[in-house]
Every structure is written in C-alpha cells, then in structure tokens.
C-alpha cells in the first residue's frame, strides 16, 4: 500500500522542504504498517522550531480522518486553533466555558447548575464542545486534561487510528502530575485533622492514608447532604436552579470536587503496592504532602496502546531513544525516529560561550557575582534590544535582579523579573506592549513562549539547566538511571535555545554563562540533535581560540 501525505497538507500553505521531507518518512512507514503488522507504531518526529511541526501533525491527522491531537502548552492549543480551527475540534476543561443558565453572571460551567442537587441534565457549551470533539474526525485538547478523561473520569474514548502528542518531550512529567496524589496542608487540617507526619517511605502513608478512606467517604456524603440543604425542599427546583450559587454552595462543590479527586488518587495509590513512590514533602510549615509515581511506564503504555493503532511524538527534541522507549515501556525496537536539521543559517541563531566557571551548588557562592557581572556586561552590549534572562531558580534570579540592581542600576530598570508562576503572563504582555528594551528574567520561561524578532533578539543561559536534584522525585529518578537525567539536561537546553529564532526572517543570539556547558558537550554529544550542536561546538572552539588553546 502506498501512502500520499502531501494530499493531506493544510490547504493553502506549500509544505517546505524539511517538512516534505518528514512526511516522506512517515509515508513510508505508514505504509509499511498497513502492509505489516509487526511494523513498528509508535513514529518520532523531531524537528527544531521553524520547521512548522503543527502543519506535519496536522497533515497526518488530516490524513487519518480519525485522531487524537494533544499539545501541552497553552500557546500551541492557542496556536492549533488560531490555525486550523475549522478542522478540528477542541475541547479545553469545563473551567474555560460559561454555563447558560445563568445568563446574567459568567460562572464556568465546572460550577453550573447541572452540578446541583437534582440540577439539570441539559448540554452546555463545555458538554457540546466534548461531544463534539468525540464526533469529530480530528478531536484536540490538552494532554493532561486529557489523561484526566480517560483515567479519572473513565471516560469512554474509542480508539482512534491515530495519536499524536505534540510537544511530547513534557509527557513524562504530564503524566507524573496527572496521578500524583496531593495533599495541601489545608487539605491535611481538614480531612484528616491536622497535617500528615513527615515518613521517610511513600510504603509507610499507606497504613497512615487506609484509615482515612472511610472518613474522607463520610465527609463526601456529609457535603452531599449539605448541599442539600442548601436546596430546601419547599422550594421548586426550577426556582431554586434559578439563583446562581450562593457561596456556601460554592464552597461545598469545591470542596466535593476536590474530595472526589483526592478519594480517586488516594484508591490508586493504596492499590499500586506494586510500584514505587516517592514522597514529596518540602520542610516548609504550610507544605503541601505529595505522593509521586516514580515512573509511569505502565500508564502511559496504557494511554499510547489503547487509544490508537499507531502512535505520533512530536517534539524540538525527544532524547536518547531507549531512554524514551523505559520511560513509556515501550519496546525501543517499536519506535521509529524521523528528524530533519534547522531551516535557520548558524548566523541567525549564534550561541556565545563566556563560561565564568562550573556552576554547582558548591561554586555558586563564590561564581554568581562574576555571572551577574557578565549578564551587565550583555545587557549594556544590548541596549536598545529586548532579551530574556534563563536563571536557574527563582531564588538565583532574585539575588540576580538585586545584584544588578546595585552593580548597574540603569540595565537594572530595563528588566522585569517574574517571581512566580502566576507573574509569567502579565510580564509577557508587558514586554510585548513596551516600546522599551524590556528584558525578562525567569526561570521557567525555556518553553511554552512564542518571541519572535524585536521581542527577543539575545538570551542568556545563566545556568545549564539541570533538573533539581533538591526535590525527591527528581532525585530518586536520577539515582534509577543517570541517562534519563542527562537526556532531561539535554531536552531543556535545546527547548531554551530554540527560543532564539522562530522564523525564516528572524534571529537571536544565546549567551551560555555556565562553564558546565563544554564538559557536557563533550560527555553527552551523543544527547544532542546535530542543529544544536552545529551551533554550540563551533561556540565552544572560538572560545578556545580566544584564549589560544
Ligand atoms: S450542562 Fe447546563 S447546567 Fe450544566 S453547566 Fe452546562 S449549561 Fe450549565
């Protein structure tokens, strides 16, 4: 059987070379799977940013006439519906529509009438929209919301004869979240009366949670009869349905709602002696107590076997193969990889390497004023361009933003530091609307943003961005397999750089302050795509030209 992507493509748009070139791969293994059974079914895309991934994700979903389409970002979502959004449907979660019975008042249909004692069974914008997507030849949401429906809600979601997750580098830590059962410390005082002891073992919450599963079904149906008597008999449902939520109705959904995800995780975690946990319960008075899958092979087995026949990853960079293939149980001899280099010139996306030495937690100290010196220096080289500072974790980036505000208090102005997850989009739209050389400075901004040209025409890479061994999970992940940590190094240092350049007419330079950088280089080149190292190894040399090695 032979089969014709290029049909397929997003009508209006001319595939470019790099993208014609994915999809003849993936026409051929296509084929080869239609023709064969034991072909293998899970297909790696991997394509640096400027190729246009979303067009090839669409042309095989356009193809299909029958696929599931998940992204992780908001941005992408955004960017698949702005695009492509008569042929496809999208479904985001209930909190993102307005129930319609309460014309006068925007509540989102999560806490609608219909979630009321005897409320309505009627089909809302949130429920049209999910059924909608379940009809629909090419059905797209999130990938966490996604693994929700599915596990949690156990959703009836056919199989489809195909799934692709964008952005797949981010489904491990997705699927991670999605079964991890978190308790706040509100949480804790309330349900079980005061805060959960600090044990060493996840094995050692299991007697200590078993007790509590009766309560906490109590407690369910205690808010279930109070919700109630929020609704008095005497009153007609129509006129009570009426009224939008008082807020002690409010308070009892949320509270339910939280209690059924709670009850849900907890079942799953008692039941799941066969794996391993791991506890995350920060030092902090008010922490939240989270029990962490350290894996989630099985599920996402599960997810990437049941939902489709054949399975599409798409991402800048997925990592080392067999490393991807543990993560996901799958049999790496069941995985087949398609990628193509950059469409951009090196001198469009240069990286400069001024290492100031290795930083680690036992450097920091003595190495960070020389890196908040040289990150003056860039700015003062930059001063009409707007940038993007990669610091390492939000308390560097503080004693950053306060060092420069001492050292060079006129570049100091010109930056605006993003705190806290919360702060991400206003500071973006701040940067956008100014007309003056903003500069970000955060640790969280490697992915999931869109700035082009004049929104960003340098970067600096404090760090080289290590996942943080301080926390448990990552810690125990990385004490299992030494390549999975290296392979996550490697994905969020091309994730940043690809910030750089985001078109055929724009570019960007990367300043890389970390003298980890070339040692990483030279252990894990295997780790990194060729159009990354095309820019780095040459970054790597000059500089030791300039010192005359
Ligand atoms: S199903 Fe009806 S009652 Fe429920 S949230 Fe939607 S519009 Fe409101």
Same mark, same amino acid.
């Given at each position: 059987?032979?089969?014709?992507?290029?049909?397929?493509?997003?009508?209006?748009?001319?595939?470019?070379?790099?993208?014609?070139?994915?999809?003849?791969?993936?026409?051929?293994?296509?084929?080869?799977?239609?023709?064969?059974?034991?072909?293998?079914?899970?297909?790696?895309?991997?394509?640096?940013?400027?190729?246009?991934?979303?067009?090839?994700?669409?042309?095989?979903?356009?193809?299909?006439?029958?696929?599931?389409?998940?992204?992780?970002?908001?941005?992408?979502?955004?960017?698949?519906?702005?695009?492509?959004?008569?042929?496809?449907?999208?479904?985001?979660?209930?909190?993102?529509?307005?129930?319609?019975?309460?014309?006068?008042?925007? &509540?989102?249909?999560?806490?609608?009438?219909?979630?009321?004692?005897?409320?309505?069974?009627?089909?809302?914008?949130?429920?049209?929209?999910?059924?909608?997507?379940?009809?629909?030849?090419?059905?797209?949401?999130?990938?966490?919301?996604?693994?929700?429906?599915?596990?949690?809600?156990?959703?009836?979601?056919?199989?489809?004869?195909?799934?692709?997750?964008?952005?797949?580098?981010?489904?491990?830590?997705?699927?991670?979240?999605?079964?991890?059962?978190?308790?706040?410390?509100?949480?804790?005082?309330?349900?079980?009366?005061?805060?959960?002891?600090?044990?060493?073992?996840?094995?050692?919450?299991?007697?200590?949670?078993?007790?509590?599963?009766?309560?906490?079904?109590?407690?369910?149906?205690?808010?279930?009869?109070?919700?109630?008597?929020?609704?008095?008999?005497?009153?007609?449902?129509?006129?009570?349905?009426?009224?939008?939520?008082?807020?002690?109705?409010?308070?009892?959904?949320?509270?339910?709602?939280?209690?059924?995800?709670?009850?849900?995780?907890?079942?799953?975690?008692?039941?799941?002696?066969?794996?391993?946990?791991?506890?995350?319960?920060?030092?902090?008075?008010?922490?939240?107590?989270?029990?962490?899958?350290?894996?989630?092979?099985?599920?996402?087995?599960?997810?990437?076997?049941?939902?489709?026949?054949?399975?599409?990853?798409?991402?800048?960079?997925?990592?080392?193969?067999?490393?991807?293939?543990?993560?996901?149980?799958?049999?790496?001899?069941?995985?087949?990889?398609?990628?193509?280099?950059?469409?951009?010139?090196?001198?469009?996306?240069?990286? &400069?390497?001024?290492?100031?030495?290795?930083?680690?937690?036992?450097?920091?100290?003595?190495?960070?004023?020389?890196?908040?010196?040289? &990150?003056?220096?860039?700015?003062?080289?930059?001063?009409?361009?707007?940038?993007?500072?990669?610091?390492?974790?939000?308390?560097?980036?503080?004693?950053?933003?306060?060092?420069?505000?001492?050292?060079?208090?006129?570049?100091?102005?010109?930056?605006?530091?993003?705190?806290?997850?919360?702060?991400?989009?206003?500071?973006?739209?701040?940067?956008?609307?100014?007309?003056?050389?903003?500069?970000?400075?955060?640790?969280?901004?490697?992915?999931?943003?869109?700035?082009?040209?004049?929104?960003?025409?340098?970067?600096?890479?404090?760090?080289?961005?290590?996942?943080?061994?301080?926390?448990?999970?990552?810690?125990?992940?990385?004490?299992?397999?030494?390549?999975?940590?290296?392979?996550?190094?490697?994905?969020?240092?091309?994730?940043?750089?690809?910030?750089?350049?985001?078109?055929?007419?724009?570019?960007?330079?990367?300043?890389?302050?970390?003298?980890?950088?070339?040692?990483?280089?030279?252990?894990?080149?295997?780790?990194?795509?060729?159009?990354?190292?095309?820019?780095?190894?040459?970054?790597?040399?000059?500089?030791?030209?300039?010192?005359?090695?």
């Amino acid at each position: 059987m032979s089969v014709d992507l290029l049909e397929h493509f997003p009508a209006g748009c001319t595939p470019r070379p790099e993208q014609a070139r994915l999809l003849a791969g993936l026409a051929d293994a296509l084929a080869e799977i239609a023709d064969d059974r034991r072909a293998p079914r899970v297909l790696l895309v991997e394509a640096p940013p400027g190729v246009g991934k979303s067009h090839v994700a669409m042309t095989l979903a356009r193809w299909s006439g029958d696929a599931y389409l998940l992204t992780s970002q908001k941005l992408l979502q955004d960017q698949y519906e702005r695009e492509f959004g008569a042929e496809l449907a999208l479904v985001k979660g209930r909190d993102n529509y307005v129930c319609e019975r309460y014309p006068a008042a925007a &509540v989102p249909t999560s806490r609608g009438a219909c979630r009321r004692p005897r409320g309505p069974a009627c089909a809302c914008p949130y429920a049209r929209a999910k059924q909608a997507a379940v009809n629909a030849p090419i059905f797209c949401t999130n990938t966490a919301y996604f693994a929700t429906l599915r596990h949690w809600h156990t959703e009836h979601l056919r199989r489809r004869r195909l799934l692709i997750v964008d952005e797949a580098h981010n489904l491990e830590s997705q699927l991670v979240s999605v079964f991890t059962a978190r308790f706040s410390h509100d949480e804790m005082r309330e349900w079980f009366g005061r805060p959960l002891p600090r044990l060493a073992r996840a094995d050692e919450y299991r007697p200590v949670l078993a007790e509590y599963v009766e309560r906490l079904e109590a407690r369910r149906q205690e808010i279930a009869r109070a919700l109630d008597v929020v609704h008095p008999p005497p009153l007609p449902d129509e006129v009570f349905l009426e009224a939008p939520l008082t807020r002690d109705e409010h308070d009892l959904l949320e509270q339910r709602d939280q209690l059924d995800g709670a009850l849900a995780r907890l079942t799953f975690f008692l039941d799941a002696e066969d794996r391993e946990w791991i506890v995350r319960y920060p030092a902090e008075p008010a922490a939240a107590l989270s029990l962490v899958p350290l894996t989630v092979a099985a599920m996402a087995q599960s997810l990437l076997a049941d939902c489709a026949e054949v399975t599409v990853l798409s991402s800048a960079y997925l990592g080392h193969r067999e490393v991807l293939a543990e993560c996901f149980g799958l049999d790496a001899g069941g995985v087949r990889v398609f990628t193509v280099g950059s469409p951009f010139s090196l001198e469009q996306r240069p990286i &400069v390497y001024r290492p100031v030495g290795a930083l680690s937690q036992a450097t920091r100290a003595r190495l960070e004023p020389a890196v908040f010196a040289e &990150v003056g220096a860039i700015l003062a080289a930059h001063p009409d361009d707007k940038g993007l500072i990669h610091v390492g974790s939000y308390e560097m980036g503080r004693r950053l933003v306060h060092d420069l505000a001492a050292r060079a208090p006129r570049e100091s102005r010109r930056l605006l530091w993003i705190d806290s997850a919360g702060g991400k989009q206003p500071a973006l739209e701040h940067h956008r609307a100014s007309p003056l050389p903003t500069v970000l400075v955060s640790p969280s901004l490697r992915e999931g943003v869109d700035l082009p040209d004049d929104f960003l025409r340098f970067q600096v890479l404090t760090k080289l961005p290590y996942p943080d061994l301080g926390d448990p999970w990552t810690a125990a992940r990385q004490s299992r397999d030494h390549r999975w940590y290296a392979v996550e190094t490697a994905k969020a240092l091309v994730q940043a750089y690809g910030r750089s350049c985001r078109h055929a007419d724009d570019h960007g330079v990367t300043y890389v302050l970390d003298g980890q950088f070339a040692r990483f280089l030279q252990y894990y080149r295997v780790l990194l795509p060729e159009w990354f190292l095309d820019a780095a190894v040459p970054a790597v040399r000059q500089l030791a030209r300039d010192d005359g090695c």
